[in-house]
């Protein structure tokens, strides 16, 4: 993820999903940012959000004090969401690496990052250096 170098202005979204051993127990945290914000009712918040299932409810805070140690915001919750209304937003593979690498060894799990981009070709991804196996082409494109 490190030597990508893709064109951070066609990110979309991205997820970094931190899943507890053993799998086959569904215990994840999932933090997601959307270029465009993350529905919240009839609004968009711009932020970064995270879900979790499985987790604790002793656990929420401190995995929210992480994120807002990092990129701020305000909290916001609904059902298993935290938004962090306003916060710092991160494109960079340098920093969605770093941030996969701090929540694995803070939280003890392992981070799988997905990436969805606009507008960028098939030979952009390629250059980019993103590993052609993993790359999904958009249905109808």
């Given amino acids: 993820m490190e030597n990508f170098a893709y064109d951070e202005k066609k990110l979309l979204n991205w ?41 604790s409810r002793k656990e929420i805070p401190e995995i929210t004090k992480f994120l807002q140690d990092r990129f701020n915001g305000r909290e916001m919750e609904k059902g298993e969401r935290i938004f ?34 606009e507008g960028l070709s098939h030979e952009e991804l390629k250059e980019a250096g993103l590993p052609e196996a993993k790359l999904l082409p958009i249905p109808g494109k």
Avoid: H, Q
């Fill in 15 to 55: 997820e970094i999903k931190c899943v507890r051993s053993p799998e086959s127990e569904a215990i994840f945290i999932g933090v997601f940012l959307y270029r465009n914000g993350t529905p919240y009712d009839y609004e968009a918040v711009k932020g970064i959000t995270y879900y979790y299932n499985n987790i």
């Fill in 84 to 117: 962090l209304k306003d916060s710092t937003e991160i494109y960079s593979p340098k920093d969605l690496a770093n941030l996969a690498k701090e929540l694995e060894k803070k939280f003890n799990a392992k981070a799988t990052i997905s990436l969805e981009f």
